[in-house]
């Protein structure tokens, strides 16, 4: 069935250092990939999204891109903050639709 | 823009007792879905409706129902909580179609004793 796999964290970085977290799938036919981030005490909000093979998502400084020969979709962001601190989520749509499907989530600490 | 509604945030049962955590959107989203969170695990998919009327299984539906009666409102019923189901709860809508992301609620925090 079709799942989702990324980095183990957690992961801490100093200020302004780049950042990568790796995501890879596993799906039937052509999902929409999503990036999601979570803030301490709330719920999941869309970071970015691609729809097709080799689409890059990208919104506050961070990019994801869609490699269809790789299976990956993985998301960076060139200099962190220390307000990036957050858990980051990777998932996928099934064909239909009707289903998401996530990591585990990775989270993130970015010290000044 | 209210978006997805959960109500309560912060709930403590006792074990054998029944509650519904509440569920609402404003968006006139056709999908919605209760999720649960807890670390390590990441989000697994209780159950989900593709619209009014229509509701099916996730990956963890047992000690759950839910029901649809309206595109608006999406309950999960706890049946007779189990400290097993302490857990964060979230609640998303999203429009039809497979590139559509899904929106959150805040979550409800449920601890069961």
């Known amino acids: 069935g079709d799942s989702v796999t990324q980095m183990e964290g957690p992961v801490t970085l100093s200020e302004e250092a780049f950042l990568t977290i790796n995501c890879t799938y596993t799906a039937t036919g052509y999902p929409s990939l999503f990036w999601y981030v979570q803030y301490p005490g709330e719920g999941l909000q869309l970071l970015l999204k691609a729809t097709k093979a080799d689409d890059k998502g990208s919104n506050k400084g961070f990019e994801a891109t869609y490699r269809k020969e790789t299976t990956s979709f993985h998301l960076e962001k060139g200099s962190v903050q220390v307000s990036d601190s957050a858990v980051y989520f990777c998932?996928?749509?099934?064909?239909?639709?009707?289903?998401?499907?996530f990591g585990t989530g990775t989270s993130l600490t970015v010290i000044p | 823009n209210a978006g997805v509604t959960q109500t309560p945030k912060f709930q403590v049962l006792k074990t054998g007792q029944s509650m519904t955590l509440q569920c609402a959107q404003d968006?006139?989203?056709?999908?919605m879905s209760w999720y649960r969170q807890d670390p390590g695990m990441g989000l697994r998919l209780i159950h989900y409706s593709v619209g009014a009327g229509i509701t099916d299984q996730g990956e963890v539906p047992n000690g759950y129902n839910v029901s649809r009666s309206t595109t608006e409102d999406f309950p999960l019923r706890l049946l007779s909580a189990a400290p097993s189901q302490t857990s964060v709860y979230f609640c998303?809508?999203?429009?039809?179609?497979?590139?559509?992301?899904?929106?959150f609620g805040d979550g409800t925090r449920l601890s069961i004793l």
């Open positions: 968006m006139n989203h056709e999908y």
């Open positions: 998932a996928l749509t099934s064909n239909t639709g009707n289903q998401f499907y």
């Open positions: 998303a809508s999203s429009s039809k179609g497979s590139n559509q992301p899904q929106h």
